[in-house]
């Protein structure tokens, strides 16, 4: 017998908020699928707001409550039957955080948790990621985003450490990162892979992404050390209006990609590993996993 129900992610990003719908696909016998149905992705860059002026501006406020009414209505029409949304970074550490989720819920009746970094880097390592790598390999999977970036240490199909450092693309753009957090990071990674021999990089994020659409590769092939280094001078010598004419890049994506390329270069040589794995999978397929596992909380449509 088969059932199939449709289950949502809301990830409220400091660079974007996403609604991710998957079919949750159940057969006897066989294992659970997890299907993409529909992902839509709007700029609204909260980083831009509460990283410079600790709160969210009101232009901003309305842009989170029209998106999540848009949302709910989505959601209505798939016919979703169950939904989380988280806030990271950025509504973290918003001085009206909690303020405008409470807005949002009037409004639209989405509850919005405002979950920590470490909870955050638990969610995308609950990711199902067998299917990508090989259990036999130790990898640093670095997930990428506007406020901070999550990192989780996976040895034999399991993951060993996780850490959150509040080094973001957002944060990197507005030079909000300093010396010592760079230093931090770096002598976090060589302790937790200084007992393995071999570490590859598993990269996820827009900006990973899109590199990998750029460069052409099949599914399942990696990114090398040198095709990033070369992409990253590349995008460099271009000025950010040309990142958008001639290099076909978004708006919201061309400033943002070099920060997110020096987060990945740098996670690479501190760990020594030479190839860079894009499965295409985040924080809302870790939430959507985490529901159907139920070890979140989750609400009904």
């Not at 016998?29 to 992705?41: A, H, T, Y």
């Amino acid at each position: 017998m088969l059932s199939i129900e449709k289950y949502a992610a809301i990830d409220i990003g400091s660079n974007a908020v996403r609604l991710l719908i998957s079919n949750i696909i159940e057969e006897e016998g066989k294992p659970v699928m997890f299907k993409k149905n529909s992902l839509v992705r709007v700029p609204i860059r909260l980083g831009s707001d509460v990283f410079v002026s600790k709160k969210i501006s009101e232009e901003n406020t309305q842009r989170i409550l029209d998106t999540m009414l848009a949302f709910k209505l989505l959601m209505k029409s798939h016919k979703v039957v169950k939904y989380k949304a988280c806030a990271t970074s950025a509504m973290r550490e918003a001085a009206n955080g909690s303020e405008v989720a409470d807005l949002v819920y009037r409004n639209s009746e989405i509850k919005i948790d405002i979950i920590e970094g470490e909870e955050e880097a638990a969610i995308i390592a609950a990711t199902d990621l067998h299917k990508y790598i090989d259990d036999s390999k130790t990898y640093l999977y670095v997930d990428v985003g506007g406020g901070s970036t999550e990192f989780t240490v996976i040895h034999e199909g399991n993951p060993v450490a996780s850490r959150s450092f509040k080094i973001g693309t957002v944060r990197l753009l507005n030079d909000m990162v300093k010396k010592e957090a760079w230093q931090e990071l770096e002598l976090w990674i060589k302790e937790k892979v200084t007992d393995y021999d071999k570490i590859e990089v598993i990269g996820s994020g827009g900006n990973i992404n899109k590199i990998f659409k750029v460069s052409g590769k099949a599914m399942g092939k990696p990114l090398t050390y040198f095709y990033l280094t070369s992409y990253y001078n590349t995008l460099q010598s271009y000025s950010y209006e040309e990142r958008i004419t001639v290099l076909d890049l978004n708006q919201d994506r061309a400033d943002v990609i070099i920060p997110a390329m020096r987060i990945y270069l740098s996670s690479m040589k501190w760990s020594g590993a030479k190839h860079i794995y894009v499965p295409k999978i985040g924080l809302a397929d870790g939430i959507i996993k985490s529901i159907y596992y139920d070890t979140v909380s989750s609400n009904t449509q």
